[in-house]
């Protein structure tokens, strides 16, 4: 794709949001509402609040969170996929528990976290994790254990050894698969971070936007209302470049792009 191409492409995705922004700023120009004051207001509470006065406070807690839970989520869920994925056995055994585990609402375990564990960062951490590790965890079983059986007779023609295997031949076939799963766990882990923020919390993006909301700081409610979604656009940003950094080997052989 030439640069040019690249400059239109990112022209067109830029259109909607500058329109919804442009027509936000004139329609709630002359606003008197309390609950809908004007864009000029809310982008100067934007700029005196998290651009300088809470983020070490609140953002930089929040993004820790995230991180440190997303990364065990990740982790946890690669390595227990490619051993449920390669032990049938062990797949049986656990696939009831996996998918009872699943399907409990995400935010529904946050009282019991609260009530067993406390509201301190590692109760937070640890929810985060366990929510996002099952859309890992079954794409890397379904990736591990739909490897191409050429594959499989190559690794045993070359006397390779059961890690040789994994790293050179399993991994590698179920890498888009799993980057889907870590995707979908990514916005699933953003949306945790806000809401064990705003239940039994006392600091963080979450518990700032609920705070002013419970308090009427309707501005700051709205400023922060803003900043998750950059952030969220932002995460998600960072993800598909480095996406297409690993995978770039599996678009070129497929004939894609990104």
């Known amino acids: 794709m030439s640069f040019a191409t690249r400059v239109r ?3 067109v995705s830029l259109l909607v949001p500058v329109v919804v922004v442009a027509v936000w ?3 709630s120009a002359g606003s008197t509402s309390a609950f809908f004051p004007p864009l000029r207001t809310i982008l100067t509470n934007f700029r005196e609040t998290w651009l300088f006065a809470r983020v070490g406070s609140d953002v930089v807690p929040s993004l820790i969170r995230l991180a440190a839970g997303y990364l065990l989520a990740v982790g946890g ?14 797949y049986l055994a656990l696939r009831p528990a996996v998918q009872l585990s ?3 609402p995400a935010t529904g375990l946050v009282p019991v976290s609260i009530v067993l564990l406390g509201i301190g960062d590692a109760p937070k951490i640890w929810l985060i994790a366990f929510v996002c590790v099952f859309p ?3 794409n890397t079983v379904d990736g591990v254990r739909s490897v191409e059986h050429g594959l499989e007779d190559v690794g045993q023609t070359f006397r390779l050894t059961r890690r040789q295997r994994i790293f050179a031949i399993h991994l590698p076939s179920a890498a888009p698969q799993i980057f889907a799963g870590m995707r979908i766990s990514l916005a699933i882990a953003f949306i945790m971070m806000i809401v064990t923020e705003m ?3 006392t600091s963080g993006l979450g518990f700032v936007t609920l705070n002013a909301q419970q308090s009427f700081q309707i501005p700051l409610m709205w ?9 969220g656009a932002s995460l998600n940003a960072l993800f598909v ?7 770039r080997w599996h678009y070129l052989s497929t004939g894609r792009t990104r």
């Open 9 to 11: 492409a990112l022209g």
């Open 25 to 27: 700023w004139v329609w």
């Open 77 to 90: 869920g690669i390595a227990l996929g490619v051993l449920l994925g390669r032990v049938r056995v062990l």
């Open 102 to 104: 699943r399907s409990i």
């Open 136 to 138: 890992i965890l079954l």
């Open 199 to 201: 239940l039994g919390a």
């Open 223 to 231: 400023s922060g209302m803003i900043l998750l979604s950059i952030l």
């Open 241 to 247: 470049l480095v996406e297409r950094r690993v995978l």
